[in-house]
């Protein structure tokens, strides 16, 4: 930027487009946003996950950090995914962060919870610690034995 200060947006990336080349990116921890007060109107789309191959309804999606993880007793994850007796996905394992960026509208952003978890692909491409990789309707998240789909709010 012309301020001289480095931009927050550089952290991220975005996957490439099927037949686009994929560029190569610096590792980063990801940004963390200081939490602010945002107003909803009824015409924002904030987003929600859904299970593929199953009549579980969708999770919606909240603005700010939204985790993912298995359903566990004791667990910090916003949204949990049942898991039956496998536990590949850990407690809390990616993080959604919805975001209002002006002249943008409403942003996702994805990213792993922590560095140790078991592999996770978003589009079939690995996501690693240290990646924040938006997302938009349509795209898949694929977390050990099981697939979610992010797709625009049903009340929209």
Do not use: W
């Amino acid at each position: 930027p012309a301020c001289g200060e480095s931009s927050q947006f550089l952290l991220y990336k975005q996957l490439a487009n099927k037949g686009q080349v994929k560029k190569s990116v610096q590792k980063q921890v990801p940004f963390v946003a200081e939490e602010t007060r945002i107003s909803i109107s009824s015409n924002d789309n904030i987003g929600q996950l859904r299970i593929m191959g199953t009549k579980i309804p969708p999770f919606s999606l909240n603005l700010g950090q939204n985790v993912i993880g298995r359903s566990a007793t004791v667990s910090n994850a916003d949204i949990q995914i049942p898991i039956r007796g496998n536990k590949n996905i850990s407690r809390e394992h990616i993080v959604i962060e919805v975001k209002r960026v002006p002249g943008q509208g409403i942003i996702h952003y994805i990213s792993l919870y922590k560095e140790n978890v078991n592999q996770t692909r978003v589009n079939n491409e690995i996501l690693e610690f240290g990646d924040c990789i938006i997302i938009r309707p349509g795209d898949i998240i694929q977390l050990p034995e099981v697939n979610l789909i992010f797709e625009e709010s049903e009340n929209r």
